[in-house]
Nanobody
């Protein structure tokens, strides 16, 4: 099992940048694929992107392509989401999630971190 904790959220002006971190517990983080999601009030949870256990296969949603970068450091048991050129519509609670390799379900979730982008 793995436990996840997001950090790095806050208030930023439009056009600015934030870097979110996802700290994982245990020694088996490299056995999990992980992903980032976000959810704004009144809206459904939105998939942002995912990264394979190796860190070399990355998928982004169209809404963040070219602006967000997903990475991971399996030695430090840490995932990262670099967000650039932020827009007010990026305002949401951001979550990281992990799944066991070979399983489609993301069974492990962090508590979320608030990102607010002002105009």
């Amino acid at each position: 099992q793995v436990q996840l904790v997001e950090s790095g959220g806050g208030l930023v002006q439009a056009g600015g940048s934030l870097r979110l971190s996802c700290a994982a517990s245990g020694r088996t983080f490299d056995k999990y694929a992980m992903a980032w999601f976000r959810q704004a009030p009144g809206k459904e949870r939105e998939f942002i992107g995912s990264i394979s256990s190796s860190g070399y296969n990355i998928i982004y949603s169209d809404s963040v392509k070219g602006r967000f970068t997903i990475s991971r450091d399996n030695v430090k048991n840490k995932g990262n989401l670099q967000m650039n050129s932020l827009k007010p519509e990026d305002t949401a609670v951001y979550y990281c999630a992990a799944r066991v390799i070979g399983n489609n379900a993301y069974a492990y979730w962090g508590q979320g971190t608030q990102v607010t982008v002002s105009s």
